[in-house]
Structure formats: structure tokens, C-alpha cells
């Protein structure tokens, strides 16, 4: 089993940024890849951004792309997304995630979630 704890949420003005950490302990040779995906009040839960074990492979949201980066310390078993140019509709519950895909489809761990709201 893998547990993910994230922080880092709170609320931002537009514009502005934030950087969510996500911790993760257990077994974690298991994952392949980590990433982020938020979920909007009334709205199905998105992909954000994924990181490879290495780090050497990312991937972004379309609406995402420019703005956030996601970046990993092995040695401390955490992922980051830093996000700038804070938007009104980036407002979310965000999630931490981990599988055994490289490319995060299906992710088999989550975490509790943090909120992010960013006022206009």
C-alpha cells in the first residue's frame, strides 16, 4: 500500500501562486509515476499533471500548460506543482496520485485532496 498526503492548498488571488507537496510513504518502489488531478464543484475529477519515477517524463493538461510545472524529490519521496498565473476557474479540490502506469492512467493511490480557490 502507498499513502499520500498533500499540502499546500489555500486561497490566492488571481494571478497569483501556489505550490501543492504531495508525500508519499509505503511501498513506492511499486509506482511508476505520480501526478495531480483536481476536481471542480459540479464537474467530473480532471488530469492536471503526471511525473515519472525519474523525472525525466511530464505531462500537462492542455489548460494547464505554461502556467504549472510539477517537479519530484526522490530522496523525499515528494511531488510539487508549482502553479503560477492562478486563473478563478484553476479552483478545485486537488488530488495527489500514484500508480503502476508510467503515464498515470487509472491511478491505483490517491490522497485526501486539498482546496485551492482562487478569487477574482
Known amino acids: 500500500q502507498v499513502q499520500l498526503v498533500e499540502s499546500g492548498g489555500g486561497l490566492v488571488q488571481a494571478g497569483g501562486s501556489l505550490r501543492l507537496s504531495c508525500a508519499a510513504s509505503?511501498?513506492?518502489?511499486?509506482?511508476?509515476?505520480m501526478g495531480w488531478f483536481r476536481q471542480a464543484p459540479g464537474r467530473s475529477r480532471e488530469f492536471v499533471a503526471r511525473i515519472s519515477r525519474s523525472g525525466s517524463s511530464t505531462s500537462y493538461a492542455d489548460s494547464v500548460k505554461g502556467r504549472f510545472t510539477i517537479s519530484r524529490d526522490n530522496a523525499k519521496n515528494t511531488v510539487y506543482v508549482q502553479m503560477n498565473s492562478l486563473k478563478p476557474e484553476d479552483t478545485a479540490v486537488y488530488y495527489c496520485a500514484a500508480g503502476p502506469s508510467v503515464v498515470l492512467s487509472q491511478p491505483r493511490y490517491w490522497g485526501q485532496g486539498t482546496q485551492v480557490t482562487v478569487s477574482s
Open positions: 509505503g511501498a513506492t518502489f511499486s509506482i511508476s509515476a
